[in-house]
């Protein structure tokens, strides 16, 4: 069975730093790209962060370029995302997302198929 | 970015009604890289749909998914009481990755 479990939220203060982390089982951790997205309280999804299987390639939404970093330990089936710089609009609940290629209406579709239950980051004074 | 727009913001149905859902989307979709997902209260979203009309795994039948271009549907044929919930629609065919608002089907 396919886990994502998140830790390592909690309550930090504007400016201050905290390190998310993602651990997963129940696949070949490896072989799959993976995504940070967040839910602001009683808001929509925003996608956050993509780190491919390597590690090699990344990307960041615009409002986190600069102050989080996306890394992932292959050895230890784990995905992270140091989050430095914080402020009042980063509080949300944070999602880890695996991301899969499908097949279906005649091409291949890469969609996030299995999210993990989340952990909530409140910045706040 | 693509921003996507979806319609209703919140819809009241009753069990065993049809639902319809849309999502608009502010330039062409690239490939009909279009998923609908759900999600419950103090629960992950679930993938529903992807590339516009393709079922997710283990998803019932009567969710399915339309459209394409600019123009994306989702419609659940029977409402069931676990349907009610909120529904998103994300693009993926171009970066960044973007999520519309949600539209919240509510039990009426």
């Known amino acids: 069975e396919v886990q994502l479990v998140e830790s390592g939220g909690g309550l930090v203060q504007p400016g201050g730093s905290l390190r998310l982390s993602c651990a997963a089982s129940g696949f070949t951790f490896s072989s799959y790209e993976l995504n940070w997205v967040r839910q602001a309280p009683g808001k929509g999804l925003e996608w956050v962060s993509y780190?491919?299987?390597?590690?090699?390639?990344?990307y960041y939404a615009d409002s986190v370029k600069g102050r989080f970093t996306i890394s992932r330990d292959n050895a230890k089936n784990s995905l992270y995302l140091q989050m430095n710089s914080l402020r009042a609009e980063d509080t949300s609940v944070y999602y880890c997302?695996?991301?899969?290629?499908?097949?279906?209406?005649?091409?291949?579709?890469?969609?996030?198929?299995?999210w993990g239950q989340g952990t909530l980051v409140t910045v706040s004074s | 970015e693509i921003v996507l727009t979806q319609s209703p913001g919140t819809l009241s149905l009753s069990p065993g009604e049809r639902a319809t859902l849309s999502c608009r989307a502010s330039q062409i979709v690239s490939s009909n890289s279009l998923a609908w997902y759900h999600q419950r209260p103090g629960q992950a979203p679930r993938l529903l749909i992807y590339?516009?009309?393709s079922r997710a795994t283990g998803i019932p039948d009567r969710f399915s998914g339309s459209g394409s271009g600019t123009d994306f549907t989702l419609t659940i044929s029977r409402l069931e009481p676990e349907d009610f919930a909120v529904y998103y629609c994300q693009q993926y065919g171009s970066s960044p990755y973007t999520f519309g608002q949600g539209t919240k089907l509510e039990i009426k």
């Open positions: 780190i491919s299987s390597s590690g090699s390639t990344i």
């Open positions: 590339g516009a009309s």
């Open positions: 997302a695996r991301e899969e290629s499908l097949y279906g209406s005649g091409s291949y579709h890469k969609v996030f198929d299995y």
